[in-house]
């Protein structure tokens, strides 16, 4: 079975531009989430969606914003990239069962550099 | 506020036993988890613990969770080369709702030598 998919998987880009990260879940999977990791550090998490529906929202500028679209894949938009945004970009997939675990699914990231 | 404290670095020999500590802040974490992380990869989930619970074992994984202290440990027993990666201890943020929100600490680099 395949497991989340992310593209792509290196980006470079200069300071101002903008930039779209595709994200698609595990098979079955209706929620996806976005973290944000620095080099030496853990993840932060940025957004989660979950039927197409913003379900929570971590501590980052409105230059961030997140689509989930019909078939449960997912995009990342940054726009006006800062040379700090250079990072690890990971999804994740999982499938919550009301209140209960949301075990999330983890992809192999994209790695962005801003120049 | 929500944090979550690991040690930056733990090294052992091949065939030792290792053990991962991490403190946490948010009591109301439902699920603990843990993930392994190696070069240039995404994060792969090695268990979890609902936080009613004391232990889990999963063959050469050991999840201790002492609710009261809000401290888990991961123990992996004979422990492999292959086991060299960044471990990251991740507690489900609490709060009123289910955002789906992760907080992970900063990671324990574990160097296995042989």
């Known amino acids: 079975d395949a497991g989340v998919t992310q593209s792509p998987t290196h980006l470079i880009k200069t300071r101002g531009q903008q930039v779209t990260l595709r994200c698609s879940p595990i098979?079955?999977?209706?929620?996806v989430s976005w973290y944000q990791q620095v080099l030496g550090q853990g993840p932060q998490f940025i957004f989660q969606?979950?039927?197409?529906?913003?379900?929570g929202r971590g501590n980052f500028p409105d230059r961030f914003s997140a689509r989930q679209f019909p078939n449960y894949s997912s995009e990342l938009n940054v726009n006006a990239l800062l040379l700090g945004d250079s990072a690890l970009y990971l999804c994740?997939?999982?499938?919550?069962?009301?209140?209960?675990?949301?075990?999330?699914?983890f992809g192999p990231g994209t790695r962005l550099t801003v120049l | 506020g929500e944090d979550v404290e690991q040690s930056l670095f733990l090294s052992v020999r091949e065939g030792d036993s290792s053990v991962i500590n991490c403190t946490y802040t948010?009591?109301?974490?439902?699920?603990l988890y843990w993930y392994k992380q190696e070069p240039g990869a995404g994060l792969q989930l090695l268990t979890y613990?609902?936080?009613?619970?004391d232990m889990k074992q999963d063959q050469r994984l050991t999840v201790l969770l002492n609710k009261k202290d809000k401290h888990l440990s991961l123990r992996i027993a004979d422990t492999q080369t292959g086991d060299s990666a960044i471990y990251f201890c991740?507690?489900?943020?609490?709060?009123?709702?289910?955002?789906?929100?992760?907080?992970f600490g900063q990671g324990t680099t574990l160097q296995v030598k042989p």
């Open positions: 994740a997939s999982s499938s919550p069962a009301g209140g209960g675990t949301d075990t999330q699914y």
């Open positions: 098979s079955g999977h209706k929620s």
């Open positions: 969606y979950y039927e197409k529906e913003e379900r």
């Open positions: 948010d009591s109301s974490s439902t699920y």
């Open positions: 613990i609902f936080s009613n619970m």
């Open positions: 991740a507690e489900s943020g609490g709060g009123s709702g289910n955002t789906g929100k992760l907080i």
